[in-house]
């Protein structure tokens, strides 16, 4: 993948990630628990995403151009 690419992709998850906490953030104590599961998981995997996609842009910081 092109850093291009990596970027985008960065960008894509790290906006993923800012709604899903806003929406965290709107969910009241009266929301059904199903719904606070269901968004932990999503939390949970958005944040997974944005940190794989920052190791591999640092990797490709790293490596040398030829």
Do not use: C, D, F, N
Request: overall charge negative; proline content about 3%; glycine content about 4%.
């Amino acid at each position: 993948m092109t850093v291009h690419h990596l970027a985008l992709g960065l960008y894509h998850w790290m906006k993923r990630l800012e709604e899903l906490e806003q929406e965290q953030a709107r969910l009241g104590p009266e929301a059904a628990l199903a719904e606070r599961i269901r968004l932990e998981t999503e939390l949970s995997e958005a944040r997974k995403a944005v940190a794989h996609y920052r190791q591999l842009l640092e990797a490709q910081k790293e490596q040398p151009k030829i």
